[in-house]
């Protein structure tokens, strides 16, 4: 029998070594996560922090971009956005835009979704179909719709007339009261196809062992879809409607096409009034970037407030669930 | 292998040689030119493309540019791509407190040339195109006052010759012909881009209504209710949409409504873009309240040239603008119904034969440069958009008046506080002769 004894494997004697921070830190792949990490926090820091923090600077001051106008005003900005009632009423507007927005953009995504995954001939086609008006960019929707809304020679009051739906044109675009209509039409047939998609995707990772089951149980297509579909996508429909909502909120660019916020204020959304100011319009008005910097942090506010009670209610719901 | 090693050596020396022999081809300076203008692009390009060809140091890239042109500009020049020279629709005072323009003054005092052929000297409009001693643009022309262009086939349709002298006429008029329309034609048109400025604003006008009081120096907007009463009567019979302008113009060269309102620049609009050629189409002064013209109508010096301070050949920046303003430019810019001229010198010297219907919008005496108002630090929406609320009915008419006068008031007031502005007054104001008064800038 040998006495060599495998010096690595013999027991000592020795103190650990002191633990080396900078060791440590290479060894547990630190310095290569933060080298991957930096170009991103390299680019929030840029891109939104900079941008945020320069925001803040001047919700105190009257700014129009130009450093010679610039003034301390204090309060004042604060206070007269308490009493802006051309803001708060742009609140409500988007409010119930985005209200009526999701009401129809949601269903109407999740039953073409349905549809598109019974693979049936010609699915491919009308899934890139459906989503192609979500590559197209918002102002393009917008000028795509106002031929379509217009009220004398307008697409829609065409057909309509041609049907003998109508007797007289509707005015899309500048009746108050069919206004928010046409854009809620437009909207959502721009943005559908994005959520149809995610609902796609979601039903593509349910078994089919699942829906066999179901079938063996005599389920029919009804109970299948809100038995076994539906539940199964609460987490893709959780994260759509997250989207939805906050998405619904900061809308403005095809509204600013469609309707620059008219007729009078009634499509006047919360951010197409704060880029009205920013940016000025019309004779001897000037830019209003503090005053405008400091209605972004209140919808901001709004926007974040509505996203927790969303995600506190999903919440609630999945206890229950 | 060496030996081709050698060879290759040997011939890329031989063409380094070469081309080091071969004097090194003179780089041109280019200057940029921004403009707002679209109207005139094809003589605009026709022309640079000459400059071009005739100059070996100096080469002009126009670009045209037509949305949020000052936004645009400020924006490059803190990017630090601003342009070397712009069209000088711009509010001037913002430039020049933002450092981003040059006094042109030194190099019009050493060019005789150019102030013979543009007057400049004598063409400062204080706060419009000069501040002080300073000129920062020069126009090469005028856009004339606002008129109505109209349908004679539908106006005689209805039974009428002509534009009324007096607003009520006039909204009767617009109203008959509506009617007699019956759904496929109407009587008036209104554009959603600036309405109020095209018709209304400039009825008022010669009505001697005018926003800003200059013998008092303070804005009023009191004298507008006449007009915007009418102006409801004229939205209910016009045409149901307002759409942009070129929309609306379309609309009117297809004779779908008789009466459209819109200045000199429409003589090529009706020519060359939407020429209208299904039905004769007169143009005529805007009617008064009362049928008694009691002020000027507006006209506006144009198609100006700013240097930007950003320029970094500001001599050959200038040769540029000296090109665009020289008397061979500017005689085939009248002719070609681009402009009205503003100097007699051009005026002179153009065949008004080739104006085409440019001639129809020849200057009215009662037809003048106002004084610019101060450009004021405004919270809310500016008058005109707020006027054109009103008359939509979105808006109570005294209400919005009154927050006018409040809100524009209360900005000016603050301004002058701040050291900003002064307030312009003008004792001997006459509304008829809005530049004939005596300025005074009061620190209060």
Known sequence: MSNYVNPQLAPTTRPPRPVDKKMRL???GGVAAWMMLAPSLIFLAVCSIYPFAWIFRYVLYNYDGIPAHTRFTGMRNITTMFADAKFWNSVGTTFEYALWKLVFIIPLALIMAVLLNQKLRGSSFFRGVFFMPTVIASSISGMIFTFIFATGNGILNGIFQNLGLISQPIGWLTDTGVVMAAVIIMSVWAGFGNYMLYFVTGMTSISEDVYEASRIDGANGIQTFFRVTLPMLAPVLKVVL??????????????????????????????????????????NATRQIGYGALLSLMAAVIVGAVTIIYNLVAKKLDDVV | MKKKVSLLVAIMMAALIVLSAVPAMAEKTVITYWSNDRHD?????????????????????????????????????????????????VTLKNMVDYNAVVDL??????????????????????????????????????????????NKALLEASGFEGIPATLAEYVEMAKKMTADGAGKTYGIGFTSSSPFERQLEMMAQVSGVFYYDYKNGKFDFSGYKPFLEAGRELVAVAYPDQQGVDNMRAMFAEGTFALWGNASQEAGVFTNQFPITAFEWGVAPVPSLDGEIKGALQVNPNKGYLMLDACKNKDAAWEVIKYFQSEEFLVGY?????????????????????????????????????????????????????????????????????DLNTRYNAAYDEDISLGFIKRLVIEDYDPLHPSAGTVTWLDK
């Not at chain 2, 004598?122 to 008129?147: C, M, T």
């Not at chain 2, 106002?370 to 008359?391: F, S």
């Open chain 2, 334 to 402: 009248m002719e070609g119904g681009f402009d009205l001229p503003i100097t007699s010198y051009i005026d002179e010297r153009i065949d008004k034969s080739k104006m085409g219907r440019m001639a129809d919008y020849s200057l009215l005496d009662y037809e003048s440069v106002y004084p610019a108002v101060p450009t004021i630090n405004l919270m809310g929406d500016d008058y005109r958009t707020q006027l054109w609320n009103a008359i939509m009915g979105h808006m109570e008419i005294d209400a919005a008046i009154e």
């Open chain 1, 242 to 283: 997250m989207l939805a909502i906050t998405g619904a909120f900061k809308d403005y660019e095809a509204i600013m096409v469609l309707t620059n916020g008219g007729p009078g204020t009634r499509t006047n959304v919360m951010f197409l009034y704060i880029y009205n100011l920013i940016f000025g319009t019309g004779a």
């Open chain 2, 41 to 89: 692009e094809t003589y605009m390009t026709d022309m640079i493309n000459k400059f071009n060809e005739a100059h070996d140091d100096i080469e002009i890239n126009m670009v045209i540019m037509t949305d949020d042109f000052e936004n645009s500009i400020l924006l490059a020049i803190d990017g630090g791509t601003a342009p070397d020279i712009i069209g000088q629709s």
């Open chain 2, 105 to 150: 003054a030194p190099y019009i005092q050493a060019d005789e040339e150019y102030q013979k052929v543009t007057n400049a000297l004598n063409l400062k409009f204080e706060g419009l195109n000069a501040i002080g001693d300073a000129i920062y643009w020069v126009p090469s022309g005028q856009r004339s006052g606002v008129r109505i262009e109209y």
């Open chain 1, 26 to 28: 290479k060894e547990s």
